[in-house]
């Protein structure tokens, strides 16, 4: 597969030493090398060490936060195989006993920011017009156990099911503590997705209890969501229970299955908090894959696996404690807002939002993020590249001291976007970029307060995760590109999928090519110095001429464009034996795709990428379809220009913009 020499570009971050003296992963080393008497002089070796000896590394972890269990444990890792690791036999523990430990007087648990005041039309609460509300550490202790009393009192028990259909607010993080303390099991959906997409993915896992809301604020607009909540109750038959939580002033409709409450009374007095102990992989939770290919798969993590990965991703990669304050823009839909609530673990504070991010002005997250002092904030390229374009400078435009890292998801970050956020966001101010996923619901790569960052590159692989690049024959490669693979299990991989007795859509979504390895889905180069290049999907891969190539690519110098909001390339294997790559393009305000644009692109494409990643046609379109949670659909999109029938092979409720699918139909050959 040809992509950019990585080569050896400098640093745009390198930690000091009093960062590296200071950071929570380097006390966590000091520490292992106590305990285990081996030399660990940096990150490299920690890494080394994690992924080497997994039993002491889990159990390190386990240890070094003090985790609490209601039994001893024993053996780390009973059994190592994929699928099918065996974790901690024996334990038992619940997700919210490490959460409540915590609680403390001088700091919240949950702040609520809502859109600015007077951005909105009607009448909502104060917090939707903008006030902030904060829910203290005793308050979140008194609403969750008021709500698992009520959950209980309506039959909710071990291994029930309780789903939201929520916006981004404290009552989704309550809900979800509430449901896992009885041992339940929560699944969630943002209010963006329509009533059936939500039905969907909750309707497979029969719930017993309905949590939802009225509607939700985004870009100045209510959006009451009554309709959607009636389809979702009527098509729920199992519900003993709905609680609507009333943001704009709206009662739910006459009960189709089972009871209904309005959130202040089902969170009302006072009931004593006492997790349920369960097993280590008793399921915690259901997330679900994007589903615009088929129905959304309900992938499920349990309970003990979950709190390990999240402890150390948030705690020791991200360098987040009880000091900090966690902003991450995200929705109950996407892994990122699960991944959010796990700064509660360590005793910070958690941002809830549920507004636009560019409204009332494009740069409003980082005015939110000022406001709210975050040290962490959470965001995407996508919006990253909103705010270069519009010349803003937020540094200079808002109080930005608190910030310690700035972290992204959600597709390639270009190197382009990364030195941007260093020149206008804060030189001492790293950029920790992500990758992994609903999966394991973390990530395998990204940053870490000990090393250096790279523009247009992930610092490290995440300790305790044994990621390596695969060539085409199962072979290890560095340098070059290769199948992203895990050749040793995770704690957070999944316990299994829903409604998949014999394990056979898990064993085929992971283990199908490498038997054995997790192979992921995406094109990665590991550098020689140990960072890794994201490069695209490996099932979009365009294979031109027989040479594989990476779709980050051609986007990340495409974007960089100035004339450019967006684009999407499709590679589309034709019957005669040809092979057709358009880009699709969505321009700027004022361009125009004329001649001189049209080379100006394919230069950029020809001088960052290569000249085989110049596409066969560029067109402009009206927008770029995505996932709810913001990924290209490179797959869908080339399987219709294939002559696919989109009705068969898209579910138009689960893309952000159905309406432009037909724009594409209109374009095939």
Request: hydrophobic share 45%.
């Amino acid at each position: 597969m040809h992509v950019r020499d990585p080569g050896s570009p400098a640093p745009q971050w390198v930690p000091t030493a009093a960062d590296i003296d200071r950071a929570r992963i380097t006390d966590f080393a000091r520490w292992v090398e106590c305990r285990h008497a081996v030399a660990l002089p940096d990150y490299r070796a920690l890494w080394q060490w994690s992924v080497d000896d997994l039993d002491g590394f889990w159990r390190g972890v386990w240890d070094y936060f003090d985790m609490q269990s209601r039994t001893p444990v024993g053996e780390v890792l009973a059994e190592e195989r994929m699928p099918g690791a065996v974790w901690f036999p024996g334990v038992t523990l619940n997700y919210v006993d490490q959460v409540l430990r915590h609680e403390r007087a001088d700091r919240p648990a949950l702040v609520y920011s809502g859109e600015a005041v007077g951005s909105g039309s009607g009448s909502g609460s104060g917090a939707d017009r903008g006030a902030e509300v904060e829910v203290s550490w005793a308050e979140l202790r008194r609403q969750v156990g008021a709500l698992a009393a009520t959950l209980r009192g309506h039959g909710v028990g071990v291994g029930d099911r309780v789903v939201g259909y929520l916006p981004n607010v404290p009552e989704a993080v309550i809900a979800f503590l509430a449901t896992a303390s009885l041992g339940a099991v929560w699944s969630a959906c943002g209010q963006d997705y329509s009533g059936p997409a939500a039905l969907d993915r909750l309707g497979q896992l029969a719930p017993t209890v309905l949590i939802t809301a009225d509607g939700y604020r985004f870009a100045g607009k209510e959006h009451h969501r009554g309709e959607a909540v009636q389809q979702l109750r009527e098509g729920l038959p199992s519900l003993n229970l709905t609680v609507q939580l009333s943001r704009f002033g709206a009662a739910a409709g006459p009960a189709a299955s089972g009871a209904v409450m309005s959130w202040a009374d089902a969170t009302a007095g006072d009931a004593p908090l006492e997790p349920v102990a369960v097993d280590f992989d008793h399921p915690l939770w259901v997330v679900f894959s994007s589903g615009t290919t088929g129905l959304p798969k309900g992938i499920v993590h349990g309970h003990g696996g979950v709190v390990l990965e999240h402890l150390k991703s948030i705690a020791l990669q991200n360098d987040v404690g009880p000091g900090d304050t966690v902003f991450w823009y995200t929705s109950p839909s996407w892994m990122m807002w699960n991944f959010q609530v796990a700064a509660l673990l360590v005793g910070a504070t958690v941002v809830c939002y549920d507004g636009s991010p560019s409204y009332p002005a494009t740069d409003s997250l980082f005015a939110f993020a000022a406001r709210h002092h975050a040290t962490l904030l959470g965001t995407s390229p996508g919006y990253v590249l909103a705010v270069a374009k519009a010349g803003l400078v937020p540094r200079l435009d808002h109080d930005l001291g608190a910030l310690r890292a700035v972290g992204i998801t959600g597709s390639t970050l270009p190197a382009a976007s990364s030195l941007w956020l260093a020149e206008n966001v804060g030189t001492a101010v790293p950029v920790f970029s992500i990758s992994g996923g609903t999966d394991v619901v973390s990530a395998f790569v990204g940053g870490v307060p000990t090393v250096p960052v790279w523009p247009g590159e992930l610092s490290a692989r995440y300790l305790g995760v044994a990621l390596e690049a695969f060539d085409e024959d199962g072979n290890p490669v560095r340098g070059q590109v290769g199948e992203l693979v895990v050749t040793r299990p995770m704690p957070s991989m999944p316990v299994r999928f829903w409604n998949d007795a014999d394990g056979a859509r898990y064993r085929d979504a992971y283990f199908d090519t490498y038997p054995g390895v997790w192979r992921h889905g995406d094109w990665i180069t590991i550098t020689e110095r140990d960072s890794v290049i994201v490069h695209g999907r490996s099932d979009s891969t365009l294979n031109r001429n027989g040479i594989r190539m990476g779709s980050a690519d051609i986007y990340q110098a495409v974007e960089a464009l100035p004339e450019i909001v967006e684009a999407l390339v499709i590679g589309a294997e034709q019957p005669d034996g040809g092979y057709w790559m358009p880009l699709f393009v969505v321009l700027a305000d004022g361009a125009a795709l004329d001649d001189a644009l049209r080379e100006r692109i394919r230069s950029a494409i020809r001088e960052q990428a290569s000249p085989r990643h110049v596409p066969d046609q560029i067109t402009e379109a009206p927008g770029i379809p995505h996932t709810r949670t913001g990924k290209k659909l490179e797959v869908p999109i080339k399987r219709i220009f294939q002559g696919a029938d989109a009705s068969r092979i898209l579910d138009r409720t689960a893309i952000d913009a159905p309406e432009l699918i037909d724009w594409y139909l209109t374009q095939r050959l």
